[in-house]
């Protein structure tokens, strides 16, 4: 069965503090990865997607990157944190694109 | 691209079918209709996807008018642990732009 990892679930960062968030999915060859960012008492923004190894497309433009090394792993970056950067951040899977998607537990981030 | 309008929130009691319905007056010949669910902490998980008519699976029903300009969820016989939000998304099948979550329904169930 497919499973979706994400880590850490919690962290703690100051302003200006670079940030590297991971997923990996198992179970499942060349799925759709997804960054969402959820603001307390918000719905999902989009961040980021990717349909295969080193494609990305960026939804919001934001001092956040992403990139994808290897089929099943999905990062997310950011050389300097700002406040606004706080969040729940998830990571999702699809099998393909405009389908069901799969959602992992979640790292919840506050800038300080 | 399909805006959706939903109640900010909505209460009802165990035992009950609750419908949450959803307005996307702007929905294009090629979208579809997905619902999600997310408790607190979570990430959100996949209720039901339809594109017209009715869709129904183990968990809720989905009903979509012929015009396509709304769509509504429906859970049949709540129990308190369906206290969560449930949004609805309109988006196109193998499009992966322009996903919008949005704030969705916080759904309460009383005892």
């Known amino acids: 069965s497919q499973t979706i990892h994400q880590w850490p679930a919690t962290l703690v960062q100051p302003v200006g503090s670079p940030l590297s968030l991971e997923c990996t999915v198992e179970?499942?060859?060349?799925?759709?990865l997804y960054w969402y960012r959820q603001a307390a008492g918000r719905g999902l923004q989009l961040l980021f997607y990717s349909v295969g190894i080193g494609q990305i497309s960026s939804e919001v433009p934001q001092n956040l990157s992403a990139s994808r090394p290897q089929d099943r792993q999905f990062i997310l970056s950011s050389k300097k944190l700002l406040l606004s950067d706080s969040g729940f951040y998830l990571c999702?899977?699809?099998?393909?694109?405009?389908?069901?998607?799969?959602f992992g537990p979640g790292t919840r981030l506050t800038v300080t | 691209l399909a805006k959706t309008t939903q109640p900010i929130s909505m209460d009802s009691y165990e035992g009950q079918e609750v419908n949450i319905t959803c307005s996307h007056n702007n929905i294009a010949t090629n979208d579809y209709i997905t619902w999600y669910q997310q408790f607190p902490s979570q990430g959100p998980r996949f209720i039901i996807q339809g594109y017209k008519t009715k869709v129904t699976n183990e968990v809720a029903s989905l009903f979509i008018p012929a015009d396509r300009k709304s769509s509504t969820l429906s859970l049949p016989r709540v129990s308190l642990s369906d206290t969560a939000v449930y949004y609805c998304?309109?988006?196109?099948?193998?499009?992966?732009?322009?996903?919008?979550f949005g704030k969705g329904t916080r759904l309460h169930i009383l005892p």
């Open positions: 998304l309109v988006g196109e099948m193998n499009r992966d732009d322009k996903i919008i």
């Open positions: 179970g499942t060859s060349n799925p759709n």
């Open positions: 999702a899977w699809s099998v393909f694109s405009g389908g069901e998607q799969y």
